[in-house]
């Protein structure tokens, strides 16, 4: 061998190694491509932080009476306060807080019966199907304002029964979404094969199905966290949510509907804290289904 070919060889670059991403890094990557999403994560992160915590270490409770009566936004109460002289900051903090709980509450009853109705639909499907998807039929049809308002009318206007009460009437999206995807997945290679192992229906499901449908899950419970903070705002904002000493920012936004002209800041913050959660939401929503289906940037771009 030359001389040449031995300083060849000695110098050849080493063989590139490819590290293969997990399904996980791939949805992060994607998600951290989409400006808006992380934006909006961000913004509502920082929103949820505020509800939380700040309304903990703000001085004034939101059942608070102060001596400033109708005061407009200054340093020491930076949303002004109401006639009686509650400070409008802390209202809207524990407004937000309350606002968001009902909303993720809703969000969790709906996508988990939503989640096991439409994953026992599709896997079994014939009559089991078709009379289980009748039902979500008939629910869907159902207008959800009227239904919820008749149904939390005469209550005493617990957060928490208001948010099952809206729960029960949202389940029905996310199940006919799941039942597709499931549809779709009960005929995979991993599926025949594991049946053809002897394992149960029940293993399959929950194994499986779900597990693998859980990118089109996340999206729609993501986006019915935001349906769900609107459909309380109106309920509250008719007089049939949140009932006082408590409050909601529908609630918030009720109360002041008569003093727009007069005392603006009683209408506008928490009605600007309430388009800001749903736009962050449906941002993020958004993010997440391009994350977990690329395909679909491509269908709307």
């Given at each position: ?8 060889t ?13 399904q ?28 939380f915590?700040g ?32 400070d409008?900051?802390a ?24 989640t096991?109705?439409?994953a026992?639909?599709?896997?079994y ?14 629910v ?10 008749v ?5 005493s206007?617990?957060?928490?029964f208001?948010?099952l009460?809206?729960?029960s ?51 729609n ?11 309380e ?15 909601s920012?529908?609630l918030?936004?009720?109360?002041a ?5 007069t ?23 958004d993010g ?13 771009t």
């Open positions: 061998m030359s001389d040449e070919t031995k300083t060849a000695r110098h050849k670059p080493p063989a590139a190694t490819v590290r293969q991403r997990s996980r890094e791939l949805v992060l990557r994607r998600f951290l491509r989409h400006k808006a999403a992380v934006v909006s994560l961000v913004l509502f992160a920082a929103v949820v932080l505020l509800a915590a309304g903990a270490l703000w001085r004034y409770d939101y059942a608070d009476i102060t001596s400033a009566v109708s005061v407009p936004p200054s340093l020491e109460h930076p949303f002004g306060t109401d006639n009686l002289g509650h409008t900051f209202q809207v903090l524990r407004g937000t807080q309350r606002s968001i709980e009902i909303a993720l509450l809703i969000a969790l009853l709906a996508g988990l019966v939503g096991l109705w439409g026992f639909s599709g896997y499907r014939g009559i089991t199907d078709s009379v289980m998807m009748r039902i979500a039929d008939l869907l049809t159902l207008p959800l304002l009227a239904v919820a308002a149904l939390t009318r005469g209550t206007g617990s957060w928490w208001v948010a009460v809206i729960a009437l949202q389940w029905a999206y996310v199940s006919r979404v799941v039942r597709g995807v499931v549809l779709s997945l009960r005929e995979k290679e991993y599926v025949e094969a594991s049946r053809a192992l002897g394992a149960t229906d029940r293993w399959i499901i929950f194994r499986h199905l779900i597990p693998n449908a859980l990118g089109p899950i996340i999206v419970v993501t986006i019915l966290v935001a349906a769900a903070i609107l459909v705002t109106a309920l509250s904002f008719l007089g049939l949510g949140v009932q006082p000493p408590d409050t920012l529908g918030l936004v009720s109360e509907d008569t003093a727009v002209s005392r603006p800041w009683l209408f506008y913050f928490p009605g600007a804290f309430i388009v800001v959660i749903a736009l962050t939401i449906n941002f993020i929503g997440l289904r391009d994350a977990f289906d690329p395909t679909q940037r491509k269908v709307r």
